[in-house]
């Protein structure tokens, strides 16, 4: 009887050992992505004349998001047929060197977590946009596991904290900001409802000079964060939320919307109207 106990015992405390690796295995994945090789040898692409230039970028060595991804994947072919885009989709980061990034109107990260670049392509991205490219980013590409100050500062303006945990998914309204630029806004619903992962951020963009698109009531949602021996995440941004947000960069622009946890969202016309406008803002400007 007391071998049987022992073994017993042993076996509960290796399990609890083996669970508590495998959690602390995808913290760090979330938190930092797995190490990666890099791509560095730069494609091959035949941009057609007249259109405009789409690099939709959906590496991710973090959490991957694979149904917004791929969701995301066929609503760019349809809106690339609907507004006479050239769209190249990779995963591959060759593409980032200064050459080719020049050919391209907007980058779009597509839920792209993790390190993804390394040094110098995130500096030939960084002068991409500085020098007039925009870049877009959509909800993982706003979360803090790419460790990359410029991006940090530039796409996003604010430091990532966390998402809901109790209350993972919640239904809330979404709501249009008036902003100084009618192009991004055009044609764009005043609210709709939408379901998804509402990302929790330390500070304010609009703190950050960032103008805010949509946003939601803070209030009106569990914001906590907090599982297991996480007791610090038990807040939210408050009432004036923003979901969504953009910034003139240098001579380009950036663009960041927090929504896009799954393919649900993919299904909203607005979200598609919005990201629509967020590759089409500028390009009739000088």
Do not use: C
Not at 23 to 41: A, D, H
Not at 71 to 92: H, I, M, P
Not at 195 to 224: C, M, Q
Not at 276 to 285: H, I, M, R, T
Request: aromatic share 14%; charged share 20%.
């Amino acid at each position: 009887m007391k071998k049987f106990i022992k073994i017993f015992l042993w076996t509960v405390l290796t399990f609890v050992v083996l669970l508590f690796a495998a959690g602390s295995l995808l913290v760090y994945k979330i938190k930092n992505g797995f190490p990666v090789s890099y791509e560095t040898q730069a494609p091959t692409i035949n941009f057609p004349a007249g259109q405009t230039s789409v690099l939709l970028f959906s590496k991710s060595t973090g959490y991957r998001h694979a149904t917004s991804i791929d969701a995301g994947k066929r609503v760019f072919d349809s809106l690339a047929k609907k507004n006479n885009w050239f769209v190249y989709s990779t995963e591959e980061g060759g593409v980032f060197n200064k050459e080719q990034l020049a050919k391209f109107n907007v980058v779009v990260f597509n839920n792209s977590t993790g390190r993804v670049l390394n040094d110098e392509q995130e500096q030939a991205l960084e002068h991409y946009v500085e020098q007039g490219g925009r870049l877009i980013g959509i909800h993982g590409a706003g979360d803090d596991s790419h460790h990359w100050d410029w991006y940090e500062h530039n796409l996003l303006g604010s430091k990532f904290s966390h998402h809901p945990i109790a209350a993972h998914l919640q239904k809330t309204a979404v709501v249009l900001n008036e902003v100084p630029d009618s192009a991004i806004s055009s044609g764009l619903a005043k609210t709709w409802e939408s379901t998804d992962e509402w990302y929790v951020f330390f500070e304010n963009p609009r703190a950050k000079g960032f103008h805010v698109l949509f946003n939601i009531d803070g209030s009106a949602i569990n914001p906590s964060g907090n599982i297991f021996f996480v007791k610090d995440k038990n807040f939210g941004m408050g009432k004036d939320h923003p979901v969504a947000w953009y910034k003139n960069i240098g001579k380009g622009s950036t663009f960041y919307t927090s929504m896009g946890h799954d393919e649900t969202i993919w299904g909203h016309e607005p979200f598609n109207k919005m990201i629509e406008n967020a590759v089409n803002w500028k390009l009739a400007l000088p």
